[in-house]
């Protein structure tokens, strides 16, 4: 886009990619990067205005804003800050320049990298994600920004090509609200399949029951996208990870823990998706938590 410089991206995965997309189709010039160069090659010939960077710090020395992308607060930190000696992020990062984290990182962890990056004159945002794969893919995804509201202005015009901004905050109030979202989300995740399952064994029709839901008090994310497209046909494939719901849904219970409140409902949704995480293995999507809980039911 006029008036500003290439956009980095480090984390080309399920969501990472159509952001990618969204982002070049909304005018930005972007250069990305990723651990797994699979990851990078579909896009070597995808659009002129993205380009390949062979490394953190080629996207650091290009780049002033730098989106990141990641599984975790871990990994983010690695990036950002680096490990074992290895030039980092940061290192190549030009004071004044904006890391926008879209992870679903640790809200307390965000806050620290912010102050240990605001040492280096680097500012953060943290703007994690709702909506999934496919709505990363038609740029209409919930966007949760936290962070300096001068930052913020900067970067409008670059989160707005993926999705809507929801302002939250001061840094790590919208990691913060992507944990509890995810917690509300994976309660009527679970509360569905119970559902279905004990109505089914009655004798309902799951599709009745899935239309009816759906005109009544007990809509909800699960019944309105997930039922018909990924659960009661068996694909079990919409892209978001159980483990990856796992690791939201406690990270809002650390969240609770920190803050000196007993969360019961919440506790027991994170048990549940261990047990569930355990039972179907880590390369499992969240939807096939339905076939865990048919097998309970057996």
Excluded: W
Excluded at 4 to 16: A, D, H, R, S
Excluded at 57 to 66: D, K, S, T, Y
Excluded at 82 to 98: C, F, M, R, V, Y
Excluded at 292 to 298: P, T
């Amino acid at each position: 886009m006029a008036g500003m410089g290439p956009v980095g991206f480090i984390g080309i995965g399920n969501m990472g990619a159509p952001m990618v997309r969204c982002l070049a189709k909304g005018g930005f010039h972007v250069v990305i990067h990723d651990a797994r160069t699979e990851a990078t090659e579909a896009f070597r010939e995808a659009a002129p205005q993205i380009r390949i960077a062979s490394s953190l710090a080629r996207v650091g020395e290009e780049c002033q804003i730098v989106i990141t992308m990641l599984p975790d607060s871990k990994v983010v930190r690695s990036v950002v800050l680096g490990q074992n000696g290895g030039k980092s992020l940061a290192d190549a990062l030009k004071p004044g320049s904006i890391i926008i984290d879209m992870s679903s990182s640790f809200a307390l962890d965000t806050r620290a990298l912010g102050e240990e990056l605001s040492s280096r004159g680097i500012g953060l945002i943290d703007a994690p994600v709702s909506g999934g794969v496919p709505k990363a893919i038609s740029g209409t995804l919930a966007i949760m920004a936290g962070g300096d509201a001068g930052l913020l202005d900067r970067v409008q015009p670059i989160l707005e090509t993926m999705g809507t901004v929801h302002r939250t905050g001061p840094l790590g109030s919208g990691h913060a609200m992507k944990a509890l979202n995810n917690y509300v989300s994976a309660a009527g995740l679970i509360a569905t399949c119970e559902a279905l399952i004990i109505g089914q064994r009655f004798g309902l029709d799951p599709h009745v029951m899935t239309k009816i839901l759906n005109t009544s008090t007990g809509r909800n994310n699960t019944t309105e996208n997930k039922v018909e497209r990924y659960m009661l046909n068996g694909r079990f494939d919409s892209g978001f990870a159980l483990a990856l719901m796992e690791k939201d849904v406690g990270m809002a219970q650390t969240l609770a823990d920190n803050l000196g409140i007993g969360a019961e409902e919440l506790n027991l949704v994170h048990a549940i998706l261990g047990k569930a995480l355990k039972a179907l293995g880590s390369t499992a999507d969240h939807t096939a938590v339905y076939e865990y809980v048919a097998k309970l039911a057996k």
